[in-house]
């Protein structure tokens, strides 16, 4: 982070010794672990609450999901050919009086 060497930390310390004295320096320095401290606690107290609401949103949006919609139903090859098939001349259908209907006849054709 910073490109510091040995000389150059021996006249950062040298400086604050001379604007300071040696009794404060160590005041200063509890004052400056107090500080960081207290930092980065309000930090982890923001990641937390971030958390706390990022969860609460994901909740809220899984419980607002709309249902899945019904898929419409499957039609297969065979129900095409169903579908399109003339009716059965096989087997007359029944009646509601249960009685049999018969086809039409031709006047054509002698009974």
Not at 8 to 13: N, P, Q, S, V
Not at 52 to 59: K, L, M, Q, R
Not at 66 to 78: E, F, G, N, R, S
């Amino acid at each position: 982070m910073f490109d510091v060497g040995g000389g150059e930390l021996l006249l950062i310390l040298l400086v604050v010794i001379l604007m300071f004295g040696p009794k404060k320096i160590p005041e200063i320095a509890q004052q400056v672990g107090k500080g960081i401290r207290q930092f980065r606690k309000a930090q982890e107290d923001l990641k937390q609450q971030i958390r706390d609401i990022s969860a609460e949103i994901s909740v809220e949006q899984h419980e607002r999901a709309p249902t899945p919609p019904i898929a419409p139903p499957v039609i297969t090859p065979a129900d095409q050919i169903v579908a399109i098939a003339p009716p059965s001349r096989a087997a007359p259908a029944a009646d509601v009086d249960g009685q049999t209907e018969q086809p039409p006849q031709d006047a054509s054709q002698p009974s």
